[in-house]
């Protein structure tokens, strides 16, 4: 009989699960605190603390760099590249819970739990990234992805949100179960659960790469990791809940959801498959160059700007694919590179829309941007630099890192869908300038004061914006001013790495670095 002082449990290395605690024991933490009744509490201390809270999990992403540490039984790894995703997940959280400060969600939802939620799914997207084994992996998506299907209903008297709660809740989880499936089978036809055994296994015998069990799993897991990263045809939900979720969820969903998916997609395909490259690449090559027409092609008819924003999230899933089809060092930077350039390109677009959706009566459809280049240029000019930064205009940062793709997809012997990616660009222009030319080109919409009778002279009244009436206050709603601050922001930081992207590189270096095996 074994002594009970003779069983330990793992080592456990505090400083570098120090980043996943943070979030994760905020949301604790905010959870309690927003079950207090004083109003000041509810709708200012815990967003607060939760802005807080993203910061201290920041500094302590910061004062990780270059550790390199595997803990917890070797369940986790704690690297650059989990590290600079992690970067990429708490700024889109941090812009997440400013747009949501005085949103109507937090308020139906209660704030506890909706900032408690935002904090849990930005932790479970660190697990996901750090996990170097299967039942890791599966714990992390999980983590993630749960806490999403509440926020997406969280608007709990408007029908489209509980509509995307709804809808997110299903496809998710069918494409949770088909990921679960498909790394059953690769358990079994590798025998091990750990990214570095599978990596054993394979480079060991030849006989695994052509297992019909292997080959179903890793086609279940393309297809489980494809809805989480929106890649065509796993697609079909994103229109529909993007725009059925409150905008600041869709927002943090668009970036931070997409980052984790091809943060998993790095680390499972180039470290644990490497060896079975020829098998998978091909493969999810030809889902890429489907997922950037599918996604272009179907933006060109929308009216509404966040499903022209999740029809264009399609598409740059399919250009940053690129990156992880390669299975180089190069195409990891590129991917990590973009990945952050799109969180900042894609909340300076979001925080307009936030905007006009407190402003106007016209919600997030085109219409509510008609003339913003003249009553709101402080608005039009993000949603500008932004929408160049998405088509890849130089002197935005989306040209640099479309560039980096494309280069990465050329030197990795995939120059065809390197073409893919400019032809998609191309295409991408009539959407993005679609929405640039009704910001400047267009006049704000009419508002009829009095019916027009039929062969009479109604008066029109000439408003320069549609604005939405605050019942207790009697004028016009205002959209708050840390709504204008995520949208200068990320439009001015579009601009910058455009211009000055080498400190960016340098992080996106080091993150390709942490993969072995690559060159």
Not at 23 to 28: D, E, N
Not at 376 to 385: N, Q, V
Not at 455 to 466: H, K, R, S, T
Not at 491 to 518: T, W
Request: glycine share 10%; charged share 10%.
């Amino acid at each position: 009989m074994i002594a009970a002082a003779a069983i330990k449990g793992p080592h456990i290395d505090w400083a570098a699960l120090s980043p996943i605690l943070a979030p994760l024991a905020g949301s604790i933490v905010v959870l309690i605190v927003g079950l207090m009744r004083s109003r000041v509490i509810r709708e200012t201390v815990v967003p607060l603390l939760t802005v807080a809270i993203l910061g201290a999990a920041l500094g302590l992403t910061i004062w990780q760099w270059d550790a390199n540490a595997s803990i917890i039984s070797g369940a986790l790894r704690v690297d650059d590249l989990a590290l600079a995703l992690n970067g990429v997940f708490l700024v889109a959280a941090l812009a997440t819970t400013v747009l949501g400060w005085r949103a109507l969600a937090p308020r139906e939802a209660a704030h506890g739990e909706w900032f408690s939620l935002v904090l849990a799914s930005a932790g479970g997207m660190l697990v996901l990234v750090e996990a170097q084994n299967l039942v890791t992996l599966f714990l992390g998506l999980e983590l993630l992805s749960i806490p999403l299907y509440v926020l997406c209903a969280s608007e709990l008297r408007r029908a489209t949100s509980l509509e995307s709660g709804l809808k997110y809740l299903v496809i998710g989880s069918v494409g949770s179960a088909t990921l679960l499936y498909g790394l059953a089978f690769i358990y079994g036809a590798t025998g091990s659960t750990d990214l570095s055994g599978i990596a054993g296994a394979l480079g060991k015998t030849q006989t695994t790469l052509t297992d019909p069990l292997f080959l179903t799993g890793m086609a279940l897991v393309v297809t489980g990791l494809g809805f989480k990263a929106s890649v065509a045809p796993f697609h079909q939900w994103t229109p529909d809940v993007y725009e059925g979720a409150p905008t600041p969820i869709t927002a943090f969903m668009a970036t931070a959801t997409k980052a984790a998916a091809l943060g998993v997609f790095l680390r499972l395909f180039d470290v644990a498959l490497i060896d079975a490259q020829d098998n998978w690449a091909p493969a999810v090559a030809a889902l890429a160059a489907i997922t950037i027409v599918v996604g272009n092609v179907g933006a060109l008819g929308q009216s509404s700007v966040k499903r022209i924003l999740a029809w264009s999230g399609v598409a740059q899933a399919g250009y940053m694919l690129a990156g992880v089809v390669v299975s180089t060092r190069l195409g990891v930077q590129a991917t990590v590179f973009y990945l952050a350039v799109y969180l900042v390109m894609n909340f300076a677009a979001f925080g307009v829309v936030v905007a006009r959706e407190r402003e106007t009566s016209l919600g997030d459809d085109i219409s509510a941007l008609a003339g913003l280049g003249g009553s709101r240029p402080l608005l039009a000019w993000p949603m500008t630099i932004s929408m160049l930064g998405l088509a890849g205009i130089p002197a935005t940062a989306g040209f640099i890192g479309k560039f980096n793709l494309i280069q990465a997809a050329v030197n990795g012997e995939y120059t065809w869908l390197a073409v893919f990616i400019v032809v998609g660009s191309m295409i991408s222009l009539a959407y993005y300038l679609r929405i640039v030319a009704v910001m400047w080109m267009s006049e704000a919409p009419l508002r009829t004061t009095a019916p027009v009778m039929a062969g009479g002279g109604g008066e029109a009244d000439v408003e320069p914006e549609v604005l939405e009436r605050d019942p207790t206050l009697g004028g016009p709603r205002a959209a708050g001013w840390e709504v204008y601050l995520v949208a200068v922001a990320g439009g001015a930081a579009s601009l910058v790495l455009g211009i000055v992207p080498g400190p960016l590189f340098d992080l996106a270096r080091d993150a390709g670095n942490a993969l072995p095996g690559l060159f």
